[in-house]
């Protein structure tokens, strides 16, 4: 347990490293955007690749990823029948909640989490992987649907085959697959560059909450608080039943899921209200309330599930 703590504790100062740095405005009103950038296009996935080239592939894909596409499937279900069958809400605004309610931050918090708390950011890979090219295609093109009336097929394919992301970790599963593994010296620039990674990530995300203003009245709050509830309790509390009791899981590996589930919302998710013009607030203050609320939840796992 002290370990575990440890690890929350790093991820903690970093983070405040980044607020500081956010509120006396060290970097300039863009330095967020920019960090956030070199993080997506290069950090993550090279460190991406360096994790899963030396990863063993039935550890990825095994039982701890079911469970997390169930704990994420019942949240969407529960958001879907309560936005869209009780309170009525427009198919775009019901598929941008049900994604800040099961659409966990395995990017940008899930690696410092995996690395500092799980032990290896190779946890974090397979989820990233489902995410990419399982949801986000299917709700980007609910949300072309829904905003022009059509969906380019074309883009539906072509778009999770150029996320940086799923390059990193596609090379890196490829190697893995097929037991090729890179000289030192080839693979040495990659793993300095993935090495980078979770500390820019942390200092970019404390800059983030700097200046938040959250649930002002006439915002959507009650969709708000739905969609961060299933997020921030709702989803770790179904990954541990179906893990400990539809799949036997125990020990380090029902942590790792339960950790998992209670990751925050994706930044993603409010870049595609962004993109789409589509429940902006509710995307905003999901993704604030669920990040700054995930850090007692996680702690929590930790204290009742981490050795």
Not at 9 to 15: M, P
Request: hydrophobic share 60%; with cysteine; glycine share 10%.
């Amino acid at each position: 347990m002290s370990g575990v703590l440890i690890g929350f504790a790093i991820i903690a100062s970093i983070i405040f490293v980044g607020y500081l740095v956010g509120r006396l405005g060290i970097l300039g009103p863009h330095a967020g955007f920019v960090l956030n950038r070199v993080v997506f296009f290069v950090l993550s996935p090279c460190l991406l690749f360096t994790v899963l080239e030396r990863a063993q592939v039935s550890e990825l894909f095994s039982s701890l990823l079911l469970v997390s596409l169930i704990a994420a499937l019942v949240c969407f279900a529960v958001y879907f029948v309560v936005a869209r069958l009780i309170w009525r809400r427009g198919a775009a605004d019901v598929v941008i909640g049900s994604l800040a309610s099961g659409y966990v931050n395995a990017n940008n918090i899930g690696i410092p989490v995996a690395v500092y708390v799980l032990g290896s950011a190779a946890y974090s890979a397979p989820v990233v992987l489902l995410q990419l090219l399982v949801f986000t295609p299917i709700a980007l093109t609910i949300l072309d649907i829904q905003t022009t009336g059509r969906a380019s097929v074309r883009s539906v394919v072509l778009k999770p085959l150029t996320n940086p992301l799923i390059i990193g970790s596609a090379l890196g599963l490829l190697f893995a697959v097929t037991r090729v593994h890179l000289p030192a010296p080839v693979l040495q620039p990659f793993v300095l560059l993935g090495g980078a990674a979770v500390p820019v990530v942390l200092l970019a995300f404390g800059m983030s909450l700097h200046g938040q203003k959250l649930l002002q009245a006439g915002s959507g709050r009650r969709d708000v608080l739905l969609a961060s509830a299933l997020k921030l309790a709702v989803m770790p509390v179904v990954a541990w039943a179906v893990g400990h009791f539809l799949f036997g899981l125990a020990g380090q590996r029902l942590f790792v899921v339960v950790a998992l589930a209670a990751l925050p919302a994706a930044q993603n998710v409010f870049n595609y209200a962004q993109r789409y013009g589509e429940g902006e607030i509710l995307a905003r203050d999901s993704v604030f309330i669920t990040t700054v609320g995930s850090i007692p939840v996680l702690v929590i796992v930790a204290a009742l599930l981490g050795h």
